[in-house]
């Protein structure tokens, strides 16, 4: 979301003349959009925020803006914290951004315009993506959810769902801009609702509908809401991507009521089997929060379990870290950062080996991947993901980066798969087909 947010005052910008550029010795306008979901996100802007300094002394003229969640939460009191610091404008506002630096410039004054109310939903401002076949598309705001950690419904708001035909038309304008790949976002998808009894499973219908859309994501869903029918929608439709985040939190059901999830871990695990028994092909991915408040050792070895039960293909672990204003904030954090650290530790090791024994699996294989650029880890490889949302690296050129590629799977390691481009050799016509995914898929030669 946060990503996305970024593209919108990227696309406002923009329209209001302002170039974008990658040295941040050249800029006149610096802009940190923070998340603070975490605690570690707000300590990294104050990380950054420190190394103006000596920018700011050379540059009087440069503006620096917060924006985001972390400029919602602390509002003036990140004037007064940070002196380098001119404008802090939260989600909310963002709209008012070009006029804050002009009256900024022009006052020699810092602002500050963070309302609790949405102003002007953000969707409504132009965006300027980063990628030309890939794009986010933001199908409702806010969340209603309060899970008791989470600090999104006091910064984002009340959850609140973009109209169907909008999100429709935004969907047919970014396939018809060449969008391959769009990724439907929310706080929790499937709340989704138009008011008109049209909820996520009616949406994701007609978006995956849309002639030429070609792979179509979502993220996030809530275990409390996802449905069977959502799961079957997924299963029918080449062109929704066989990969869901579906984030457990904690295996144990004592801490779940207290986080006020609203599922249990065998709720949890029916969902899970129902989606193995019909989506064969699906990758899972998890949240997992340790060390929560008053998580005891027989709480964490439930989360251990699930873990061990479900085989997610992918998990984010977080440490506990209390937010402000959140139930949990309220409470004794009894775990200690130590303590925090082992089972962090322990799970990951363990979903490590788990992620790898899956990605093993797929050595052999010939996959799709949509190519996304160069490998980060190797600039002679290019790098992509496949419809179940695994990372490849292989060698090609980079006239191949947003195009679907077959690739054979050579080695696998935790958190990437490694491949060589498949060519097919020479076939007669009849032959020219793969079986791939229970799909006929034509290999064009
Ligand atoms: N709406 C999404 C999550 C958004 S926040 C959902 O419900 O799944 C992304 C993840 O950050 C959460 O799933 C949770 O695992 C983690 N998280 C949120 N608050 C946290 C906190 N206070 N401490 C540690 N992790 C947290
Ligand atoms: Fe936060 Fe829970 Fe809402 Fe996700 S569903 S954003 S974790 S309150």
New binding site residues.
Partial sequence: MNKHDSERIAGLLSECHFQETLEIGQAEVIIYNTCS???NADNRLFGHLSQLASLKERKRSLKVVVAGCIAQKMKEDLLERSPHVDIVVGPNDLGALPHLIRMSEEKKARLCQARDKPQQEITSLPSKRKSAFKAWLPIMTG?N?F?S????PYVRGREHSRPFEEVLTEAQELVDDGVVEITLLG??VNSYHDGNGRGFFHLLEAVSQIEGAKRIRFA?S?PKDLSPEVIDLIAQRENICNHIHL?L?SGSNRILSHMNRKYTREHFLHLTSLIQERIPEAALST???VGYLSEEEEDFWDTVDMLKKCRFDQA?I??????PG?T?SMMEDRISKAEKQRRFRMVNDLQKEISWQKNRSYIGRCITVLVEGRSKKDPGEISGRTDNNKVVNFPGSSELIGKMVSVKIVDAGAFSLKGIAHVPRRTTSHENCVIFKGELQRISD
Avoid: K, L
């Fill in positions: 979901v975490r605690e969340c959810n899970c950690y989470c600090i999104v706080q929790n996030t809530h984030p939190q949240d997992i929060i984010f977080f440490e506990f870290s209390p937010r959140t949990a």
